[in-house]
């Protein structure tokens, strides 16, 4: 198109859902990288329903928008300068989509198709990285979920994932954007503190002992999930924006490899790097509510069409807590660990 | 329900895409039989964007809309007198959600979600019985498709289908209705005029022969896709409405059984039912754009999920033939087949 053979060389970037923790870090990750997909960072766009704060090594082309998708003429403003690549991220977590139906279908839902509407509107074809995830899944599962598994979610949060998963790939069909979704394991270890997701504990049992601090454990140590580090996240993103997608053909969504294991293999990991005296930190209180929606959701995934693409998570909870200790707490790759 | 219990036993019944083929035969059947899961037929509510033809045995208390979902109001208007059992049929077909992209998401997306959202206002909890589609699923496909396979459309009708399908569990799981939703095979042979479905061949190349017309065939004989009744369909919304939902727990669309055939195999039966003569009525014309469309379609599914519940569908194209010249033509049942 003559109006992007005019543009600069660099690449502008919308993140939405840019004040959120995977937002910051992955805004983060780029500046300290400086270029995607082998591109110079040009302009950049920051959205989130608060104002996003610009880090000071953000180039003077950045943008900050206090924005709703959801609300009329939102999601146009952002993309009227043509963003070539946009990390869609912006979503009420789980537990606030279980509580308020409306919200959670009006920013994790319609909030997705005004984005990918206003796109079409604006015509042209941006890469459009969509953070799904496991949540679309629900039981009962096989032991190890293939990557051609159904979606049945068992919550809100899981439901209004699927449906934008089916919008992505059927406007990337119509070629009114290029988009991969990405399903994320359930991201640990989060920093800062508690949201309102059903999944908190999961980060929650280390962080908190690892900072000298007591945390409830609700479930049984039996529980098995899956999961992957915030860095390995931020890697799964970057590496959906610069894909060859497609190699994708029709099925636009990835399940990203992750590392499944125990709330017991968690505290073992947890013991092995910090000690046994750490653990008395962990303080068993059974909580039927939260057992009961974790209880249904995925334990392990074969993600083999992620895995023959490249993405890569961790594969020893030892390793996703000096993820953490090295992000977040600034020590220093333990040798050996 | 104190507002269900002062209620007469008889059972209220809307029918949306009341006008449509598969609507008037659902009508028919329900006033043949005067009652639906043993009780005795009230007030019958037919609503569709045209005027719904009332047939003369129609109970007095039958009203007709003429409304479109997805415009403000009219969901609210059909489910304010609180119909028993919903039996939602209203979609434009494939080839009209193919060509026209906003009127396909506005009529088969919205309009189904202002129907269940119109449900949840009115704060009570019917049936709700969705004619789903094959289309939700995309190839590549294995030879049989098992009832946990994914659902990759690729078609905008097919994605639709697939959304609203979720949105149905959700509504479900959260108790603002009862749903259950049923994936019809390609209804074959339709009667009256060819559709703007893709898959309109697959009932001409039988009914034109059988009226002693020409047909088109636009595709290979070794083309295979997946097969049911009229008949058969109405069977399946009728046993949907009346199962013991209890038992889809959180999955609650159904795969329904159906016939697995080549178009030789239409034409052999057809040859078998008609003689040979009839055969030289097909018209081998083809067609890639249709070849290419039909090509991505399923070929054949376990439908175990259903099966156990006891639908049945067809075994033979000779008993779908038989079905047509009986319901459509008014030949008694042939003996011997």
Redesign the interface.
Known sequence: MAGTMGRSDKISILVTGSAGMLGRKLVQRILREGHLGGRQLGELLLADVVATEVPANAPGDTRVFVTDLSQPGAAAELVKSQPQVIFHLAAVVSGEAEAD?DKGYRINFDGSRALFEAIRQEGYVPRLVFASSVAVF?GPFPEVIP????????S?YG?QK??VE??L??YT??RFLDGVGIRLPTITIRPGKPNKAASGFYSSILREPLNGKEAVLPVDESLRHWFASPRAAIAFLLQAASLDSNILG??RTLTMPGLSATVGDQLAALQRVAGEETLTLVKREPDAAIAKIVSTWPQSFEASGARALGFVAESTFDEIIAVYLEDEMNEPPRSGG
């Open positions: 139906f629900g990557d051609s598994f159904f979606t049945t979610p068992l809100s439901t699927a449906m089916l919008l790939a059927d069909r119509r029709g099925r």
